[in-house]
């Protein structure tokens, strides 16, 4: 290996400025009545569906009814992320239907697209999601445009996959509408992960408002315009799928800059929603990402907006227009399917509570939210002078500019793993090493050739937490 150097700060890359020309929205007004035409699955004629992820928001954790309280507003959907393998989250999905929301799943193969087979287990999942009797929008492998994804660099395998997926829930679950999410950038390459049109029920995108890039005050992110990102993907698939903003949040709390961004919040927030009212009749579900990366020690951004009354405030104003939709019309008689013998084999086991923990750690540290707005090298899992007692996994997430070819565990010197994959992980086995003080080490190569390395780790093998 050649030298490694510590990581303090990335080159500044060029960024899309995020202008849009007003000029041709007029454009889109025009076509408002086309669309109407063909509505999808669970599309409404009018209006867009207002969601959130909130289940690990600090100040609801996940009570719906305190949400809406909040908010002074029913939503009609509700997010959370299931790990691609892990079983069909039946209490989830009862709890938001409770609510009289949607479930919005996303569903992430992060342990490569080869898991994903047409098997017993997907199968029974899909049975599941029927059996629940709702509307579900099932996002399934999303933001594969960025290269921080498991499932990313392989565009033909992508597309067979996302198609069998589509045909097993056609079969088996057509209440459930599957939906191709992409980040908000890189959007060159992905007309090459796009499935077609008879495989795609929604097309998305998630969209983050940051007040500066990567982690880095040189990054200035504050002038992007959201809507910038939205047009693209409006007027490639508009015309023939309703449009989902799966994810959309703005930073109200910039780590980078040590600052609170409240205005800026409140005025992305303003630009997003009443944009979208005004001149984009087929963007007809956004959700808030209300989630503090910063509290959680995942990254630079408070996007959160129920612990900061100004932003509660904001947000209860622009989503109270009726014109954001508090329910999912469903007619379960809609959407029948004829039963079936049962498959061989068993259920997947339900996770612990760790288990559920470490899952959507896996899945944050691969979303576009944590990766594009962290500036250095950060290793989950592990803290300096730690005890550890049984086996750990260890999360390394590589910021966004740093394009890693592998991730290279060390530990007192000797290499005890490498990785190629996103997310980068490696089992820490308790039983292979000796009690006492060790010294962990991780280095990665980009594809350039170019060395980062963190700090080395010191931590010690015990038989007690201390």
């Not at 999601?129 to 960025?146: D, H, V, W």
Request: charged share 25%; with cysteine.
């Amino acid at each position: 290996m050649t030298p490694c150097r510590r990581l303090i700060h990335p080159k500044n890359p060029q960024l899309p400025s995020g202008c849009i020309l007003l000029s041709c929205l007029p454009s889109l007004l025009l076509t408002s009545t086309l669309y109407a035409a063909a509505l999808s699955k669970h599309e409404p004629q009018t209006g867009c569906y207002v969601g959130a992820f909130v289940d690990k928001d600090g100040v609801v954790q996940g009570d719906y009814q305190k949400f809406s309280q909040l908010t002074h507003k029913k939503h009609a959907s509700y997010l959370t992320y299931v790990a691609y393998g892990r079983p069909y989250p039946a209490e989830w999905v009862a709890k938001v239907k409770a609510a009289g929301a949607a479930p919005h799943i996303a569903f992430e193969p992060n342990q490569g697209l080869k898991t994903v087979k047409n098997d017993t287990y997907l199968h029974l999942w899909a049975r599941a999601a029927y059996e629940a009797k709702c509307p579900i929008f099932l996002r399934f492998a999303s933001e594969m445009n960025g290269d921080w994804c498991a499932y990313s660099g392989e565009p033909s395998l992508y597309v067979k996959k996302f198609r069998l997926v589509h045909q097993v829930m056609k079969e088996e679950a057509p209440n459930v509408a599957m939906v191709w999410t992409v980040f908000s950038m890189p959007l060159k390459n992905i007309g090459d992960y796009y499935p077609g049109d008879d495989y795609v029920d929604w097309v998305g995108i998630n969209i983050y408002s940051v007040y500066v890039h990567d982690g880095d005050v040189n990054q200035a992110a504050y002038n992007e315009d959201p809507i910038a990102f939205l047009d693209t993907v409006y007027r490639r698939y508009a015309d023939r799928k309703p449009i989902q903003i799966s994810e959309f949040a703005a930073t109200n709390f910039c780590k980078a800059s040590a600052r609170e961004t409240i205005d800026f919040a409140i005025a992305k927030m303003n630009r997003l929603y009443r944009t979208v009212k005004q001149s984009y009749p087929r963007v007809k579900s956004i959700n808030w990402f209300s989630y503090n990366t910063v509290a959680a020690g995942l990254a630079d951004n408070d996007y959160s907006i129920t612990g900061k009354q100004p932003i509660l405030l904001a947000y209860q104003s622009v989503v109270a227009d009726p014109y954001f939709l508090s329910e999912v019309a469903f007619d379960p008689q809609k959407f029948q399917v004829s039963r079936k013998p049962p498959f061989a084999g068993q259920p997947v086991q339900e996770p612990t509570r760790e288990e559920q923990d470490r899952d959507f750690e896996r899945i944050m540290s691969t979303r576009g939210a944590v990766v594009t707005s962290i500036s250095r090298i950060t290793l989950r899992g592990i803290a300096s002078n730690s005890n550890i007692s049984r086996a750990s996994e260890i999360t390394v997430l590589v910021p966004s500019f740093i394009l890693a070819k592998y991730v290279v565990f060390e530990l007192d010197g000797k290499t005890i793993g490498v990785t190629n994959k996103a997310p980068f992980t490696h089992v820490l086995r308790r039983d292979r090493f000796t009690d006492g003080t060790h010294s962990l080490r991780v280095i990665v190569e980009d594809r350039d050739g170019e060395e980062f390395a963190v700090d080395p780790v010191r931590f010690t093998f015990g038989d007690e937490e201390k």
